[in-house]
Each structure stands twice: as structure tokens, then as C-alpha cells.
């Protein structure tokens, strides 16, 4: 008997609740609800925190200067994803599934980027990546799906014209962890570098994967000192590279490192100490601190004063961006509408001004004209572009 | 061929840590007959203990004792702190168990293991967090054409001074003796007049201890440390533990060797991507044809 | 067993709870209509471990390994050949049968906690592989996209969240009616006396390596189905949702619902799919109470919520018989 109990008080908390997510309460004049999904818990917490910060500052600023469709405010729904396939396509759902969800910012890693943004477009809601770059996430023909930030294809591009020529690399060294992101940069890079391959300038000396989550790589990296490569790319994430560096020039190697766009942030120069890390190199879209626009200054200054400082990724940035894209597209377009959304976001957004510069998107939905740059670590462990 | 005795080195100082974690394993599952999954996440507990003292007491702690003092200090702390964890880990969560049997105290361990990691997480936040740089003095060497640090050559010393004094109370002392009996069978060394008791909060308390000093050295090692990596140690070291024979001791110690070894191996010659699998085919491979570990010893079927 | 009257009574709980998962999705937004699907995915996931750990007690941490294969499998031969998913289904079956019966016939020998290391490798090695993409196939992290939705000929094709509701849901009917039928059987009686005395059954005849094989070979192919249907709802497979992590959770839904028992094994699934769903808002102390949970779960009440009820019946079915 108490077992049957046990399983009716269950279902009937389990159904109560399924019904009490369905309620939505009416206001006076509705706010304008724009969803993101990002990893707010996880491995990533960092980065997905940073963008929540991020849209609230830019939804601020809106909000502060009247909102949009004559007066409404926008609001934030915030969906986790801990940066896992399965958790994405439920945050996913569950923003589709309320009604006042006009579009979703949405997401980091580009592995859970690609269920969710198949939920987005057969539902039929406009969604915007900040963060997630991989190549195929727009070979898909998709309607709704849109990117704020650069990819993956243009920053291997970036790599193999800039090291070969500036740095007069001849042998190169490729490190990625066999992360969706990261093996994918790893092989635009490889591809982008076939063509000086073939001509005998340049030759790929190591390309290998390491383990993320691992500590050790003392025994892959004395391999690529036995290479003798005059420049060592790691495409991975933070921790990790923090750590090859470190064992890297433990162990011998000196050439140059360079690390892609995940790579490096304050927390690489924390890990890996100021000494180590100073010196090294990065391929990355413009950080936030570089920004040059007035829409950068007014938004990284009011992130400031609520923050205590401005994100250290560009990512976070990225986000704000797809916020202020989509609140644009609302305004200018009076409607809420996705197909109207979708087909003003691709066809007459054109250079519109945003805090990461000039927004616009191509008929893939990439955003057009992602510059990528080479920074150093410079002496006191901020980041400065490299000039030769 | 000095490649080959550098990255012996390196295989050899992974190893050292896989074998002081194993030891925990090995520990509790021969007294216990308890595979302890919340032992990965005492290990990263104490590598965070040694992290506060170290970052957050710096300043105090080195200029009463030096450099060197502080590293031991860290090290003493995170022991006798974790000894302490594994203790109130055992009362609370697996005591009330052991009644119910094997099963129930998997699931409780991992209960224990989750809420660890969490607790870690929230006490001291999500982010990485980063050994001071200089608590050994970063010195490279060159011998012979082999590159090894100071910190290297310091860590696998202490290692194996630590694998030394363990081996010598286990093989040598009366209380090892007790110990060893216990793993081999509790109840007949109940029978015997040892007190079942004091090895279990030795074992609980030792086990444990050794883990959170692990934890400390791979701190200063790497420098890095997260609330998730006790997770991986644990399971390479639980897989060193059956490498060696499960319940035995100094099999938990050339496990963990082994372990770190074979590891290199697979890293530096098959590929570094797929060295996982070559050490869990090794481990599969030495079940099959030497099911008791290789230094397990044959025990009996009792009917 | 023929329905009347007296079979409903007194097995009203089971009509009781069917009730309810029916009507339960039109009373709900997709949302929770989607978490539904994946509670019904883990109770088939339960279900299937159940054999190998409930019925026989072989300590299986390495589960998700079977299903990975089931997934992936219908993933490769989908996006590849064009294959249709209702086909692929019993192939699946037959991958992560076939598979677990190459691995398990050398090592079904291995005692209790060796035998979950090696499975726990296993499953660590299947992960590693598929991440590795070998021979090109398994689209390494990325995974395999495009998988199509399951379609039963032409209207009807599985593509909504209320359709592939149902769908897992009888699935796991269909698996609960086959797992009961088992139980009652020889060779469900076989298993258990394994479990309890692995040396008495050996002497009384049993082929006690045949009923273990047999057992991870029913219980990998149920979930390579449930690794079919989950890669068809989710159009994408990546090695991530395959993870130890997962494996262990499988182990615990086993042994919080109650070993052995398919009711518990269901409750064993809501709890570990519900409660991180139902916990959001409690943000990062989600997981901590969580592992607390387990915790006391099993300092309160070890043999499960909801645990097989063994003598009782079999003494009382003895009498029944005796008074006919």
C-alpha cells in the first residue's frame, strides 16, 4: 500500500507541475521575451555566464532607451545547457514551447548548437549562435538559424597565410583534443595549408590529439620536440592549453605557440603563470577590449559598472550582439513573425551597427566580414595585437 | 634511446600518482570488499586543501617556514584534512550500509562521489583554479640529453618515499600483518582477536589521506586544478588497483606503475588520441588470461 | 491471460499509471512532453540493464556501450544507405546483441567487481572509438546528423513530440509484457538462482555461462532499440550522450527502483530523468542533492523503492495450487 501511495504522490507532483508550466501570466503591455540558451552550469559555466551578463547589459541599454515596438521592454529567458547534446535539445524545447519566446540566442558549443537549431527551424523560430563555429552549422540550408560569431573555415584560412608568412614557419606543429570545435578549426587549418604543402613551403610536421580533462602531456609533447617544429598550434580550450604550454616548454620546446580562438583568456595566463604564458600567440576574433565602435565603449562601460569588468572572451560579446540583431529585426519590422524575422535578418540587414562592429549576414546565415587577428601575451598578461 | 628513458620518466611520475590513489582503492576494497568511488573525489578535495593553504595562506605560511616547509605543510594538511573526510565519509555513508550488502554501498558511493564533486564546486567555484608557480623552483635540467625539472625530480622522490613507508608498515609491521589478514578474510581475523574496527578506520583514514597528498603533489605538478578531475584519476586508479590484484597492496603500487607506463607507451608509440583504449585492452587482455591480477594470489572457491 | 474483472482489480496500479501516460501528453506542452520521452527512454534503458543486473546480479557499469552501438549503428546505415528506421530496428538488436555477445564470451567468466572494470573499459573503449572516427565513419565529436524519423509507410511518420512519446512508451509496454513473461520462465528462475548461489545452480545442472551470455545478449539488444529510437527523436548522435557517467546512472536507476523488479526500474528511471528537470531551478545545488539523495536512498531504504517481491509470490501461488 505505501508503495502505491508513494508512486500516486509522485505522478500527481510530476503532473502539477507539467500544468503550472504552462501558465504564463499577462501584463499590461507584454514585454518582447527573447530566449538564450548557453551553458550556464558545466564545464563551461564560464563562458555561459558571461553571456547571460552579457545579453542582460545589452537588453539594459535597450530597455533604458524605450524599448522597442513603442515601448515595450525586452526580457531574457534563460535556458541551461551545460554544453551537452541531450541537455541542449531539451533547453531548446523548452524555450520553444513558450508561446511568448519570440527568438533565442543560442548557443556556445557548436555539438550542442546542431540538435538544438534542428528543434529551432522545425518548430520555426529564429535562433542566432554565439559561439558555435563549426563549418557545417550552416552547410544545412537552414531557414531560422543565423550566426553572430566567426567560423571555423576562416580562422584556418587566417592561420595558414599570416604563420607561414610572418613567422617564416617552415614546419608546423597541429595539436587539437578531438572536440567537435577544436578538430574542426585543427582541419581548416590543415586544409587551408595543403596548398603551400603541395608547393613544398611548408610541411605539417605533428597532428595529433590530446585527451581534454587530461592533465599529462608530457609523452605527446616530446614527440613534437623530436619534430623540431619552428611553431606549435593548439586549437583546443583553455585548460588545456594552459597546460601543453607549460609542459611544452618544461620539457624543451621553444618555438613559438599559437592557440585559436578558444585558447586563450585570463584564465590560460592564470594557469599556466605570467611566464609562460607571456609570449604566446592566439588567432582570434577581435577581443572585447579592442573593440573600437561607440556602440563598444557604451556597452563594455555599462557592463563595467555592473560587472566590475568586461568579459574576457568574445563570445560573451557575440551574444549581446545577437540580442541587439534580433531586437532590431522586431523594431524595424514590426512583428514578431519568424519568417518575417527571418527574411528581414537575411536579406536587408546589411551593416547595421552593432557592439562588435558592422552586422550583416550572408545568405547562409554566416555573419559577413568576421576579421581574425594575431594577438600576443604581452608582459603584464593582457593581450595586445601582434605587430611585425 | 634516450627518448625512450625520458618518456619512461614521464610514464613513471603518471604512474607514481595512479599508484598512491590506487593504494586507497586497494586499501578499502580488501578490508572492505567496498569499491570506494568517492575516492577520485578525496583526492580532489585535498589537492583544493593544499590549494587554500598554499594561495590563500601563502604569504603567512612561507615566511614562518620557507618554501619547502610550506609544500609539506600543504601536504600534512591536505592528509590529515582528507584522513578526516574519509573517516566521517565512512561513518555516514557506508556504515548503515553494510547490512544491505554490495550493491547498495556502489550506489552510496557513488551518492558520495557526486556530492563531493558538487560541494567542491560550490565552495570553491566552477572556475580553474592555479597552484602558485614557485613552490619548488622552476629549474631545468639537462642529463645525458633527457630534460627533467626540479619539480619532476622532486615529486617522484617523495612519491616513492611515501610508496616505501606504506609498503614497509604493510609487508613488515604486525599492524600490516593485521591489515593483510583482514583483506584476506575479515571475519576469521575477527576470529582471531584483531580488532575489526581499528584497521577499518586505519584503512578509511590511510587510504584517504594518501589520495589528498596525490592530490596535492598533481596540484603543484600541473598546476591546475578543477572539481571535475577526480573523476578520471579515480577510474585509471581503480583500474590499477585490478591491475595489480585487487586487495594487495603492493599490487596496487606496480598497478599504478604499470599503469602510468603502459599509458606512455600507447601515448608515445600507437597514438596519443587512442591511448585510452590501448590501456583498458591491456587491462581486458591481463583479466582474461590472469583473471586474480598480476599479483593477486589465488584464492580459493569456498563452496 | 484473459482480461476480466479479477485481473484488474488486482493489478489496478499497472491500469492506473497506463491511464495516466496516456491522457498525460495532451494535457502538457511539448516540453514536458519531450522530458516524458526521455524518462521513457532511460525506463527501457532500466529495463534492459535490469536483466543483467536485477535478474542475474552481473555488475554492468558499461551499459550505454550497447546502446551506443544500437544508436550508431541505425545512425551510419541511415545516413549512409538510406535504410529506413523501422528496418533498422531489429538490426540495432542484432548489432548490440551480436557485439555483446563477441566481447562477453571471454570475460563472462570474471567475478563480480572484476567484471565491472572490464565493462566499465568497454564502454570507455566504444566511447573512445566512435570519438576517434575510424575508417571515417562515425563523424568522430561531431557525430552523425541527418538521421531520419522513424516512419511507418506513408502518413505516418514519427515526427512530433507526442508520436515518438508513444512510440518509446510502447516500447517499453511491449518490453515490460516480454520481461514478465521471462521472469515466470525457466530461464528467468535460472537467472535468479545465479544470482543467489552461482556454485549450487552450476551443480544442479544449470549451464551457468549460457544463461550469463544470454542475459547480456537480451539485455544489449533492448538497448541498441532504445539507442534506434533515441537517434531517430534526436536526429544526431555524438559520443558525449554515452559517457560512464551515464552508465552509472543506469546502475542506479537499478538499484534505486529496486533490483529486479520492473516497477521499481520504472520509478528507478523517473527519479534520475525527473529530478534534474524538476530541480532546475535550484541551479548548481541540483546535483549536490542529488548525490545526497542517492545517499540516503540506500542508507533508508536499500532494497529499492519499489523491490521485487520474490518469496511472497511464489509461497502464495504454492498455496493457490495446493487449494485447487
Redesign the interface.
Known amino acids: 500500500m505505501k508503495?502505491?501511495k508513494?508512486?500516486?504522490v509522485?505522478?500527481v507532483l510530476?503532473?502539477a507541475?507539467?500544468?503550472v508550466?504552462?501558465g504564463a501570466l499577462a501584463a499590461d503591455k507584454p514585454p518582447v521575451v527573447i530566449g538564450l540558451q548557453g551553458p550556464?552550469?558545466g564545464?563551461w559555466?564560464?563562458e555561459g555566464q558571461m553571456a547571460k551578463q552579457s545579453c542582460e547589459i545589452a537588453a539594459q541599454l535597450i530597455n533604458e532607451s524605450g524599448g522597442i515596438l513603442g515601448g515595450r521592454m525586452i526580457e531574457i529567458r534563460v535556458a541551461?545547457d551545460a554544453c551537452?547534446?541531450?541537455a541542449g535539445?531539451?533547453a531548446a524545447?523548452?524555450l520553444?514551447?513558450?508561446k511568448d519566446v519570440v527568438a533565442s540566442v543560442s548557443t556556445y558549443g557548436?555539438?550542442v548548437c546542431?540538435?538544438a537549431s534542428?528543434l529551432y527551424e522545425?518548430f520555426k523560430k529564429v535562433n542566432i549562435a554565439y559561439g558555435s563555429t563549426?563549418v557545417?552549422l550552416t552547410e544545412r540550408g537552414l531557414k531560422y538559424f543565423f550566426r553572430t560569431c566567426g567560423i571555423d573555415s576562416a580562422q584556418g584560412i587566417f592561420f595558414a597565410d599570416y604563420v607561414p608568412r610572418v613567422f617564416g614557419a617552415k614546419k608546423i606543429a597541429i595539436m587539437h583534443d578531438?572536440?567537435?570545435f577544436a578538430?574542426?578549426v585543427a582541419e581548416e587549418t590543415k586544409k587551408a595549408l595543403q596548398p603551400k604543402v603541395d608547393a613544398g613551403e611548408v610541411e605539417i610536421v605533428y597532428y595529433?590529439?590530446?585527451?581534454p580533462?587530461?592533465?599529462?602531456f608530457?609523452?605527446?609533447l616530446?614527440?613534437v620536440r623530436?619534430t623540431n617544429p619552428d611553431v606549435l598550434y593548439f586549437t583546443g580550450y583553455y585548460?588545456e592549453a594552459?597546460?601543453v604550454v607549460?609542459q611544452a616548454r618544461?620539457?624543451?620546446i621553444d618555438c613559438p605557440f599559437v592557440g585559436g580562438n578558444a585558447a586563450i583568456n585570463d584564465?590560460f595566463v592564470?594557469?599556466?603563470?605570467l611566464?609562460k604564458a607571456k609570449g604566446c600567440f592566439m588567432t582570434q576574433e577581435p577581443m572585447p577590449a579592442e573593440l573600437p565602435y561607440p556602440e563598444s565603449k557604451i556597452f563594455l562601460d555599462a557592463y563595467k559598472a555592473k560587472y566590475g569588468e568586461i568579459p574576457s572572451s568574445p563570445w560573451p560579446v557575440y551574444a549581446a550582439d545577437a540580442l541587439n540583431i534580433i531586437a532590431y529585426a522586431i523594431d524595424k519590422t514590426g512583428s514578431t513573425n519568424s519568417d518575417v524575422l527571418a527574411e528581414y535578418l537575411r536579406n536587408e540587414v546589411n551593416a547595421v551597427p552593432g557592439v562588435t562592429g558592422s552586422i550583416g549576414f550572408t545568405e547562409k546565415g554566416d555573419r559577413e566580414g568576421v576579421p581574425y587577428l594575431m594577438y600576443v601575451v604581452n608582459e603584464e598578461g593582457t593581450f595586445d595585437i601582434y605587430n611585425k | 634511446m634516450r627518448?625512450f628513458l625520458?618518456?619512461m620518466l614521464?610514464?613513471l611520475?603518471?604512474g607514481s600518482f595512479y599508484a598512491l590513489i590506487a593504494l586507497g582503492y586497494s586499501m578499502v576494497y580488501g578490508v572492505m570488499k567496498l569499491i570506494n568511488f568517492a575516492h577520485g573525489d578525496l583526492f580532489t578535495l585535498g589537492s583544493y586543501l593544499g590549494f587554500t593553504l598554499l594561495v590563500w595562506g601563502n604569504a603567512y605560511v612561507t615566511s614562518h617556514v620557507g618554501l619547502a616547509g610550506g609544500m609539506i605543510a600543504a601536504m600534512l594538511i591536505a592528509a590529515i584534512g582528507i584522513g578526516t573526510a574519509g573517516i566521517i565519509v565512512e561513518r555516514i555513508a557506508y556504515r548503515p550500509i553494510y547490512p544491505a550488502g554490495r550493491l547498495p554501498a556502489v550506489v552510496s558511493a557513488l551518492g558520495v562521489s557526486i556530492f563531493l564533486e558538487n560541494i567542491i564546486m560550490v565552495l570553491w567555484g566552477?572556475?580553474?583554479q592555479?597552484y602558485p608557480?614557485n613552490v619548488v623552483p622552476?629549474l631545468?635540467f639537462?642529463i645525458g640529453g633527457i630534460?627533467i625539472?626540479l619539480l619532476q625530480i622532486v615529486i617522484l622522490i617523495l612519491s616513492f618515499i611515501l610508496l616505501a613507508i606504506l609498503y614497509y608498515i604493510v609487508q613488515k609491521t604486525t599492524f600490516g600483518a593485521a591489515i593483510r589478514a583482514s583483506a584476506l578474510d575479515r571475519d576469521t581475523a575477527a576470529l582471531m582477536g584483531i580488532n575489526i574496527n581499528t584497521i577499518i578506520f586505519f584503512v578509511f583514514a590511510l587510504g584517504p589521506a594518501l589520495g589528498g597528498t596525490a592530490g596535492v603533489m598533481?596540484g603543484m605538478y600541473?598546476?591546475?586544478i578543477?572539481f571535475?578531475?577526480g573523476w578520471?584519476y579515480g577510474l585509471k586508479a581503480f583500474t590499477a588497483t585490478i591491475l595489480g590484484g585487487i586487495g594487495n597492496i603492493p599490487g596496487a603500487m606496480v598497478g599504478g606503475l604499470l599503469l602510468g607506463i603502459f599509458?606512455?607507451l600507447g601515448?608515445?608509440y600507437i597514438?596519443?588520441?587512442y591511448?585510452?583504449v590501448f590501456v583498458f585492452l591491456i587491462l581486458i587482455l591481463v583479466l582474461i588470461f590472469r583473471p586474480r591480477g598480476l599479483l593477486g594470489e589465488k584464492v580459493a572457491e569456498k563452496v | 491471460m484473459k482480461l476480466n474483472k479479477n485481473i484488474i482489480l488486482k493489478n489496478w496500479?499497472i491500469f492506473?499509471?497506463t491511464i495516466?501516460l496516456s491522457v498525460?501528453p495532451f494535457?502538457?506542452?511539448?516540453?514536458?512532453i519531450?522530458?516524458f520521452f526521455?524518462f521513457g527512454i532511460y525506463a527501457l534503458l532500466g529495463l534492459s540493464l535490469n536483466i543483467v543486473l536485477g535478474e542475474v546480479g552481473l555488475f554492468d557499469l558499461g551499459h550505454m556501450g550497447f546502446m551506443a552501438i544500437g544508436a550508431y549503428t541505425t545512425a551510419i546505415l541511415n545516413t549512409h544507405f538510406g535504410i529506413p528506421i523501422i528496418f533498422l530496428i531489429p538490426v540495432s538488436a542484432l548489432a548490440a546483441a551480436g557485439f555483446a555477445w563477441l566481447v562477453c564470451f571471454p570475460i563472462i567468466h570474471l567475478r563480480g567487481d572484476y567484471l565491472a572494470i572490464v565493462t566499465i573499459g568497454m564502454g570507455e573503449i566504444i566511447r573512445i572509438t566512435l570519438?576517434?572516427n575510424p575508417f571515417g565513419i562515425t563523424g568522430?565529436?561531431?557525430?552523425v546528423?541527418g538521421i531520419d524519423f522513424l516512419s511507418f509507410g506513408g502518413p505516418l511518420v514519427i515526427?512530433s513530440?507526442i508520436e515518438s512519446y508513444f512510440v518509446i512508451w510502447i516500447v517499453v509496454g511491449l518490453a515490460i509484457l516480454a520481461l514478465i513473461n521471462l521472469q515466470r520462465s525457466r530461464i528467468g528462475r535460472a537467472w535468479n538462482y545465479i544470482r543467489e548461489d552461482e556454485i549450487a545452480a552450476e551443480s544442479t545442472g544449470i549451464d551457468v555461462r549460457y544463461y550469463k551470455l544470454l542475459a547480456f545478449v537480451l539485455g544489449a539488444g533492448l538497448a541498441g532499440i532504445a539507442g534506434n529510437i533515441y537517434a531517430s527523436k534526436?536526429?544526431?548522435v555524438?559520443p558525449?550522450?554515452f559517457s560512464f557517467m551515464e552508465s552509472c546512472m543506469l546502475f542506479c536507476i537499478v538499484l534505486i527502483g529496486g533490483m529486479g523488479s520492473i516497477?521499481g526500474v520504472l520509478?528507478g528511471a523517473?527519479v534520475i530523468s525527473?529530478f534534474p528537470?524538476?530541480f532546475?531551478t535550484f541551479?548548481?545545488y541540483r546535483m549536490l542533492i542529488f548525490g545526497a539523495a542517492m545517499v540516503a536512498m540506500m542508507i533508508f531504504r536499500p532494497s529499492g523503492?519499489?523491490p521485487r517481491r520474490r518469496g511472497a509470490v511464489e509461497f502464495k501461488s504454492l498455496l493457490m495450487k495446493a487449494g485447487e
Do not use: C
Not at chain 1, 208 to 211: E, N
Not at chain 1, 213 to 216: C, L, N, S
Open positions: 508503495r502505491i508513494f508512486l500516486l509522485i505522478s510530476v503532473l507541475l507539467g500544468v508550466s504552462l550556464i552550469t564545464a559555466a564560464y541551461d551537452e547534446p541531450k535539445a531539451l524545447m523548452k520553444i514551447s513558450q557548436s555539438s546542431e540538435p534542428n522545425k563549426a557545417r578531438n572536440t567537435t578538430k574542426g595529433d590529439a590530446i585527451t580533462g587530461e592533465k599529462d608530457s609523452v605527446p616530446t614527440k623530436e585548460p594552459a597546460l607549460s618544461d620539457i624543451g584564465e592564470k594557469i599556466a603563470g611566464e | 627518448i625520458e618518456q614521464n610514464g611520475t603518471i566552477p572556475r580553474y592555479a608557480v622552476t631545468r639537462e630534460h625539472t598533481v600541473y598546476r591546475q578543477s571535475t578531475m578520471n599509458e606512455m601515448s608515445a597514438s596519443t588520441a591511448k585510452d | 496500479p492506473i499509471v495516466i498525460f494535457m502538457v506542452n511539448n516540453y514536458w519531450d522530458v526521455f570519438i576517434n568522430g565529436p561531431n557525430g546528423f515526427d513530440s534526436l536526429m544526431i555524438s558525449e550522450s516497477p520509478i523517473a525527473l528537470e524538476v532546475r541551479a548548481q523503492i519499489w
